[in-house]
């Protein structure tokens, strides 16, 4: 195979990679977005019947401490694994972002249509609208976090109702204090495991990744 015949293949196989690539990072957003609804789902069909139940005080603290811990633990693999989407999305787009570099050396007008300034990250110099407000406002509203925080709150309010059982009706504000930390700290642990996982897969990138 001669060197234009390597060329032409070489750059049909990246089109191809290319193509494979937009598609699984198109799969990581919708399977993000239908675990997201499923929890949020499960998460307010749960809170209707804790409505129905109100009416019947027997009836309705087994249905809190049955529901709700599930409804906390679904939260928590919905969290694991929308963590997981994130990482994988990046490296579909690092991937892109590597078969855009080799666009731009097939000739000067392809220079300049694939600019890294007409990118997206992680190409350098290419714009990223995510982190315009600074990065840790973008850590802190990706969709996992925005799960932790519903399901933080789901968390305290089991630990308040656990809590204010033993204290009695006098010992409220003291039940909500400790559902309250309790959340607190399920939310602490998340951000910390989200920000373990992202620097993670940064210490695993190729050292051509990370310079793109």
Known sequence: MDVPQRQSALLL???????????????????????????LLSLSSSLVAIGFASQSPSALRPLIFTVLPVVTVLGL?????????????????????????????????????????R????????????????????????????????????????????????????????ALAIGSTAAGLLMLGFLRYQTWRFQLFDEVLPAEDVAL
């Open 13 to 39: 196989a990246l089109t191809t990679e290319h193509f494979v690539l937009q598609g699984a990072a198109s799969a990581t957003t919708a399977e993000a977005a239908s675990r997201t609804s499923i929890y």
């Open 77 to 117: 693999l919905t969290l694991i694994r929308l963590v997981d989407i994130t990482s994988e999305y990046r490296q579909c787009l690092l991937g892109i972002a590597q078969i855009r570099g080799y666009y731009r050396t097939l000739g000067p007008e392809a220079a300049v249509y694939f600019a890294t300034a």
């Open 119 to 174: 990118g997206r990250w992680p190409e350098p110099g290419a714009p990223n609208p995510s982190v315009q407000l600074g990065s840790k406002v973008a850590f802190l509203t990706t969709a996992s976090t925005m799960i932790a925080t519903i399901n933080s709150v789901v968390f305290g309010a089991v630990v308040t109702w656990l809590a204010r059982a033993p204290l009695g009706g006098d010992g409220l504000a003291l």
